[in-house]
């Protein structure tokens, strides 16, 4: 496999910003408004007048969706970690992207495609029909 000077150079790019990146939380963060459902609340008046916004952190964990509420201090606390996360996530698809301009050839390939219409025919390698 030849690495071009190009692909090199990106590499290091790469690497050296995936050195430069700090704390990483995972999910989103959204802000958001809701209806708490008591009758009598301010938030199903005419006009509405929701709750919030606030601050919503919504990530997996355990194949579940997770939403917690980020007030203040710890809103400004994690909101780098999440820039981290998404910066994170970016260099990983550009690291990929690069990689994968890298093997557009795969090398199992055939440089010919086998002749079709013949007798016997090219075996099928890994047939798990017949037993
Ligand atoms: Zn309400």
């Known amino acids: 496999?030849?690495?071009?000077?190009?692909?090199?150079?990106?590499?290091?790019?790469?690497?050296?910003?995936?050195?430069?990146?700090?704390?990483?939380?995972?999910?989103?963060?959204?802000?958001?408004?809701?209806?708490?459902?008591?009758?009598?609340?301010?938030?199903?008046?005419?006009?509405?007048?929701?709750?919030?916004?606030?601050?919503?952190?919504?990530?997996?964990?355990?194949?579940?969706?997770?939403?917690?509420?980020?007030?203040?201090?710890?809103?400004?606390q994690y909101r780098p970690w999440f820039e981290n996360a998404k910066r994170l996530r970016a260099l990983a698809a550009e690291l990929q992207a690069l990689t994968l301009g890298m093997v557009r050839t795969p090398p199992q390939q055939p440089s010919h495609r086998p002749r079709p219409a013949r007798s016997e025919g090219p075996p099928q390698p890994r047939s798990t029909r017949a037993k």
């Open 1 to 76: 496999m030849k690495v071009t000077k190009q692909q090199q150079a990106a590499l290091a790019r790469i690497a050296a910003d995936l050195a430069r990146t700090g704390f990483a939380l995972p999910g989103s963060l959204t802000e958001g408004s809701y209806r708490c459902g008591s009758p009598n609340c301010k938030c199903v008046a005419d006009p509405p007048q929701l709750h919030g916004p606030y601050a919503l952190w919504t990530r997996k964990a355990d194949n579940k969706t997770v939403t917690r509420r980020l007030a203040e201090p710890a809103l400004s």
